[in-house]
């Protein structure tokens, strides 16, 4: 006789089903993150036609919609929604894997004269510039032909350096340590050196030179033609040029050229510019080289006064290359601004000015020569330039390069006529305008870059193009001596950075000023805080620069998460535009569905411990011991809980209340509302839950104004083994939580974690390690999370969050009480 099933055992089964799916969603979750991150970084090197993301993809939205059933699952249908949404980003995502324009077959020899040649994306944006200029002014543009990124992408595939280069740059941008980025360039620049030119490619070489008259004996310039180069994203001074490169030597060039694409200047160039790798291939640009008795540089509007009648013309005898690089003083002329100019004002190199100095080097001719090309060129293209050029023994004006110029507004202008109270400081011309304030740093020439804090002023002596890198997340920047033409100049004007060059040494007096506020456009500096607002909106550029822009439909389709506020109105089926919405809706889901059932079913073991954590235990396996009320953590037999408790109750630790006692007197409830704590899963009076079993736990749990989830499997078999790792939340302002979240991600890639950060929500994972390594890892997490408890209110600058960094580190745990 079958005997029937107790309300008891009902329960029990229902819960252990429950639990069961919610641990199966959990992996899948954990799995499917593991394959976010590794698409976000293969997208940064691979094309979305190649295999090695078509695969990943797929299995990703195998993974959700499985998901999805579990939760349905879990929430008695609740969220079938879910399936019509995910099903209608599957077939958006099949049609963008179908339909790649950059999957088929280019060309990889482009001469200038091609309508190939204005193709940005397969010549870059120097060899595009110039094709357009040699249209508008084909006497003046000698002939050549660019190697392409049709040829740079066959290189890197033969050579096999695609998934090589890719293990080396992902996640440097969070590196700390500047020697880690210089480094790994350093090795990749080798493997380039180093390779074997693909046969198909050094036909391509001899092939452009075939179909150009003979180079004199002055020989070649090979030049650097990145994809977005002289665009949005200047690199100037980024990359390598090699000039007077005889015939028999282009290869070499060639792969000295696509080599210094991976400088460590322009590595972090791209890095704080947001670049993804895919988006700035090296195209390479070969041109008969001039044999220049006089060179510079043209602007179709002055870039500092932006006076609307004037052009600029900046010269040096010979080449050009010292005055592009800053190292050098060029003469500089002011003509007006028509199809035949006049000088209006001369300012020597040495000094002074007049309308009578003429240098030796440069006739008057060539000089209105240059002006008059540069304001063709302008006006055919419908906006300023900023044009390298040279002019030939025989006095032959030739324009070697031409960019968008981005000047100085009118009202930027106006602005610096505004007379001010008596600064501490006015000198030096300005590069770009605007206001800027914050702390000053003097920056010496053999100091890495890796300590300058976010929203610093920045005092340098020579304009050097590896600044670039710091460009993104400084306030201003002060530069001592060199010349305001070359390539840092343009570099700021991108970065839109308040500027001055030729400060004079006299500047580092500012050094013993807390604050400064910088009028650039004045060329004035002030003693502390002067303007309201202006130090937030420093701030706001400086987070908006160092977001990583992506693009494209697969990022859209797939990586891109839009749910980001779980207690939003529209944090709902409908709203998930993406793969990753829908992961993390499923997630939170799952999560709040079982709190609610053990809330319902007032299930577990209260721990016992006298450290400020409530913790209920649910017992699936008889790792629990048969009693009431509460169990102490020494008699609970789970290996990974126990390895978790070793890392909370370590003794070296303390669980200090600093909101308790910065907001002492304050009614909690009040206090809740002020700190954020009622946004979240769970309110401060409600139990946390740990369901554990030999091998297994899984941690929901509210630690002061924070949100944790930890999912666990750890036993002798690496192949199940996994910590999954989820960190929200805090009661500080955006700021700090960012760099409260900014800590645990250096402190998560240091152990091992695979990492993913959007604003203060932190996600991790460790998956297939042995059993020790796994429990090390728990471990590491349970004193990093009595660290970051209470951490946000100590974050108060970037230098806060690596000095932390290094102290967890280093196992110094004293600074966090």
Not at 92 to 100: F, I, M, N, S, W
Not at 254 to 281: Q, W
Not at 642 to 654: H, K, Q, V
């Amino acid at each position: 006789m079958v005997q029937p099933v107790s309300a008891t055992e009902q329960s029990e089964y229902a819960f252990r089903l429950r639990h069961e799916t919610l641990r199966s969603l959990l992996d899948k979750n954990g799995s499917a993150l593991e394959i976010l991150s590794d698409l976000e970084a293969d997208l940064n090197h691979l094309r979305r036609s190649d295999a090695r993301i078509r695969r990943p993809v797929r299995r990703l939205i195998d993974e959700a919609l499985l998901m999805a059933q579990e939760l349905n699952l879990l929430a008695g249908d609740r969220y079938t929604e879910l399936y019509r949404v995910l099903l209608g980003i599957q077939s958006e995502v099949d049609t963008a894997l179908r339909d790649d324009p950059e999957g088929r077959a280019r060309a990889l020899v482009v001469t200038l004269d091609s309508e190939e040649s204005l193709d940005e994306g397969l010549v870059g944006g120097k060899s595009a510039g110039l094709a357009r200029l040699r249209g508008y002014c084909p006497d003046s543009v000698a002939a050549g032909f660019t190697i392409t990124t049709a040829a740079y992408d066959r290189f890197l595939a033969e050579s096999d350096l695609h998934d090589r280069i890719r293990l080396l740059l992902t996640h440097l941008e969070v590196a700390t340590d500047g020697d880690l980025v210089r480094s790994r360039s350093e090795t990749i620049r080798g493997w380039i050196q180093d390779a074997e030119l693909p046969p198909a490619i050094r036909e391509a070489i001899r092939e452009g030179v075939q179909s150009l008259p003979e180079v004199g004996p002055s020989g070649w310039a090979v030049r650097s033609s990145a994809t977005s180069e002289d665009g949005r994203h200047s690199f100037a001074g980024q990359f390598d040029s090699k000039l007077g490169v005889a015939a028999d030597q282009l290869e070499h060039a060639y792969l000295e050229v696509l080599a210094s694409r991976f400088s460590t200047r322009a590595v972090k160039y791209r890095l704080h510019g947001g670049l993804r790798e895919i988006d700035t291939p090296m195209a390479v640009l070969f041109m008969p080289l001039t044999d220049a008795r006089a060179a510079g540089v043209a602007y179709t509007l002055d870039p500092q006064r932006a006076e609307p009648r004037q052009m600029l013309v900046n010269a040096v005898p010979g080449l050009g290359d010292a005055l592009v690089r800053g190292t050098v003083r060029a003469d500089t002329f002011r003509l007006s601004r028509e199809s035949e100019p006049r000088v209006l004002e001369t300012i020597p190199a040495s000094g002074g000015a007049g309308k009578e100095f003429r240098p030796e080097y440069l006739s008057e001719q060539s000089l209105l020569e240059v002006g008059a090309l540069a304001f063709r060129a302008s006006e055919a293209m419908g906006h300023e330039l900023d044009i390298e050029w040279a002019v030939d023994d025989a006095g032959k004006v030739w324009l070697l390069q031409g960019r968008r110029l981005r000047p100085a507004t009118q009202e930027a202008i106006r602005e610096r006529r505004r007379r001010e109270a008596r600064p501490l400081f006015e000198d030096g011309i300005t590069i770009f305008p605007g206001r800027a304030e914050g702390p000053v740093v003097f920056l010496p020439e053999e100091s890495g870059l890796g300590d300058v804090p976010r929203g610093a002023v920045v005092i340098v002596n020579q304009p050097r193009p590896e600044l670039a890198a710091v460009l993104p997340r400084i306030a201003a920047l002060l530069v001592e001596e060199g010349n305001p033409i070359g390539h840092l100049a343009t570099l700021v004007r991108e970065f839109a950075v308040p500027c001055l060059f030729r400060v004079g040494n006299r500047v580092r007096r500012l050094l013993n000023q807390k604050v400064v506020s910088v009028d650039a456009a004045g060329r004035k500096i002030y003693a502390g805080s002067r303007w309201p607002g202006i130090r937030e909106r420093v701030l706001a550029r400086i987070a908006s620069a160092s977001q990583r822009p992506h693009s494209g439909p697969l990022y859209e389709l797939v990586l891109a998460l839009n749910l980001t506020d779980p207690d939003a109105s529209d944090f709902k089926p409908s709203a998930c535009r993406s793969i990753h919405d829908g992961l993390r809706f499923m997630h939170e889901m799952a999560v709040r569905t079982m709190f609610k059932l053990g809330d319902r079913q007032r299930r577990g073991l209260r721990l016992a411990t006298k450290l400020p954590l409530k913790l209920s235990l649910i017992d699936l396996d008889g790792c629990l011991p048969a009693q009431k009320g509460s169990v102490e953590p020494e008699a609970v037999a789970s290996g990974p809980f126990r390895a978790l408790w070793r890392g909370i109750s370590d003794p070296r630790l303390s669980w200090p209340d600093r909101w308790q006692r910065e907001l002492r007197g304050v009614p909690a409830d009040f206090r809740e509302q002020v700190l954020g704590g009622t946004r979240g899963p769970r309110r401060a009076g409600t139990a946390n839950y740990a369901i554990v079993s030999r091998d297994y736990l899984n941690l929901n749990a509210r630690l002061a104004y924070h949100y944790l989830m930890l999912d666990a499997i750890v036993g002798p078999g690496e192949k199940n083994n996994h910590v999954h790792f989820r960190f929200r939340g805090g009661g500080a302002g955006d700021e700090r939580r960012a760099r409260r979240a900014r800590f645990l991600q250096h402190v998560l890639r240091q152990n091992g974690f695979g990492v993913e950060r959007k604003g203060d929500l932190v996600t991790a994972w460790l998956r297939r390690h042995p059993q020790a390594v796994s429990e090390r890892a728990l471990e590491m997490l349970g004193r990093l999370l009595v660290c970051a408890r209470q951490l946000d209110p100590l974050m108060r600058s970037d230098a806060d969050e690596k000095l932390f960094t290094e102290r967890f580190l280093d196992e110094d745990y004293r600074v966090f009480s």
